[in-house]
């Protein structure tokens, strides 16, 4: 229904919403976002920014393993299946060689107090790789003691063997991909995961004492109900899993042509996915988990919702994050690394990633430097997304500018606010309960560079 056509019926301000905000927006992981990368920043300019590096400060190290055992249509990371293990072992030793020639930019050997390997899935590596990875790893990083060893794992192809060597290494936070169980669901999207097969991946896991797991959920899949949504969800939470990220189905086909063996017609609507939504936090909430930001839960006690307590909630690649370092290296093909001075992103094919690095080349082919502006306008957009607020006034005093300077984005929020979707009280913008499903949109109001809203995905 159109805003014209709701003039004429008694429309709810549920209805209002979904008529004038079901579109699409950047999830801002970061900002500027990664539409905005380009050649300008190279790998001459990755290796300047690397070499300034503050060896007195931690950092965190990001590797991307570009391979699963088969693909989900649904997919949008950066990732193809493979089955023969060579060929990982090949990228393994190709990601050895690239911490090489970051190691040969930097100042001297930093801190490492985060290492997250992501994917893909990094159980695709064998007990071999892990050691090559990690001795790599821990000749470029000294690794703080108690320092954060993350990965993203595919319980169906995970086993016992895997777990203890990755324990062996210091893995101490794990997210396992679950979606949906419901079999139709999975048949629309090609990922055949009993729950014992989650059940299974979680003994083993506390098994080795990992105290920090995360699942992550989906809604808005091909042929999901809402009752889907919560049947999986009452099932998961038998396992107690200290987090939650429940993602909404990012349908981009133009970007990710295999989701287009998706039948779009089995894709849920606008008021369905909200509905999928709401439901699910609500019976998360009910369960004691607290809402962290756009989509993620976790127990009261976990790290994340201490950080969004303290105020120090962050955003970055991986979605939300009590990682403090201000530097994230990332290492493998299409990885996206944070410096002080700007972004800058990996070949994203592995053959033109594995090219320059066996030119001895670090694999960077394009960035963005940060600007004042968006140092400024980063700020605004994180700490909505983080704090579901943001007082504008604090944030102008923090970058030297003033309110007057976000004159059009404060007459733009004041439309919102009288949609319901925010409060504004001088510069205090705050998300309403109903408006929360579209901070993604508030956010673009700040965004001085992302084009075409048709590249993102849809808020709603
Ligand atoms: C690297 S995978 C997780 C680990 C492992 N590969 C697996 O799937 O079990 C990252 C997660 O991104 C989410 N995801 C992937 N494609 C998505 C899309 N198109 N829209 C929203 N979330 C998506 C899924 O929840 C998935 O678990
Ligand atoms: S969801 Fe996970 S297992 Fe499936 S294709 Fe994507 S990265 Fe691979």
Redesign the pocket.
């Known amino acids: 229904m159109t805003a014209t056509a709701l003039s004429s019926v008694a429309a709810s301000p549920r209805d209002i919403m979904l008529a004038r905000y079901d579109g699409n927006a950047p999830r801002y992981t970061s900002y500027p976002t990664a539409v905005e990368f380009s050649s300008a920043v190279d790998e001459d300019v990755a290796a300047g920014w690397l070499g300034d590096i503050d060896l007195a400060e931690r950092l965190s190290v990001y590797v991307h393993i570009p391979f699963?055992e088969r693909l989900?249509w649904?997919?949008?990371?950066n990732t193809r299946a493979v089955r023969n293990p060579d060929l990982v072992s090949a990228y393994v030793a190709g990601l050895a060689d690239e911490l090489a020639l970051i190691e040969k930019a930097l100042p001297g050997r930093p801190t490492a107090g985060a290492i997250h390997l992501?994917?893909?899935?990094p159980n695709k590596l064998s007990r071999d790789d892990l050691g090559t990875l990690f001795r790599a790893l821990r000749h470029v990083f000294k690794v703080s003691p108690g320092a954060e060893i993350a990965a993203?794992?595919?319980?169906s192809i995970l086993t016992r063997d895997w777990v203890t060597a990755a324990a062996f290494h210091g893995l101490s936070r794990v997210?396992?991909?679950v979606?949906d169980l419901s079999p139709h669901v999975q048949e629309a999207v090609n990922r055949h995961e009993p729950f014992a097969v989650v059940e299974r991946a979680v003994g083993w896991l506390r098994e080795a004492g990992l105290s920090s797991i995360n699942f992550?959920?989906?809604y808005g899949l091909p042929r999901q109900r809402t009752e889907d949504v919560l049947a999986t969800l009452d099932k998961v939470l038998t396992l107690r899993p200290e987090r939650l990220?429940l993602?909404?189905?990012?349908?981009?086909p133009w970007v990710k042509p295999h989701q287009k063996l998706i039948d779009a017609s089995d894709l849920p609507g606008a008021a369905e996915r909200l509905d999928q939504n709401e439901a699910a936090a609500e019976k998360l909430t009910s369960e004691g988990y607290v809402r962290i930001g756009l989509d993620h839960f976790a127990v009261s006690d976990d790290p994340l919702a201490v950080a969004l307590k303290q105020g120090r909630l962050r955003r970055n690649f991986q979605g939300y994050t009590a990682d403090p370092h201000m530097t994230l290296i990332g290492v493998g093909a299409s990885s996206i690394s944070r410096l002080p001075q700007g972004f800058y992103q990996n070949d994203a094919t592995e053959l033109g990633w594995r090219r320059r690095v066996q030119e001895g080349r670090l694999p960077v082919s394009r960035g963005v430097a940060l600007t004042d502006e968006d140092r400024f306008r980063g700020d605004v957009i994180e700490t909505l997304m983080c704090q579901r607020a943001v007082d504008l006034a604090v944030v102008c005093a923090r970058h030297g500018r003033s309110l007057d300077d976000l004159e059009s984005e404060q007459t733009a929020l004041k439309a919102m606010a009288e949609d319901g979707v925010v409060t504004v009280s001088g510069g205090a913008v705050e998300m309403t309960a109903l408006g929360e499903p579209l901070i993604r949109s508030v956010a673009r109001v700040f965004d001085g560079r992302s084009g075409a809203a048709s590249r993102f995905s849809r808020v709603l």
Request: aromatic letters at 10%.
């Open positions: 699963c989900c649904y997919c949008g990371c992501g994917g893909g899935t993203e794992l595919d319980p997210s396992v991909g979606q992550d959920l989906m990220a993602f909404g189905y990012a349908h981009v």
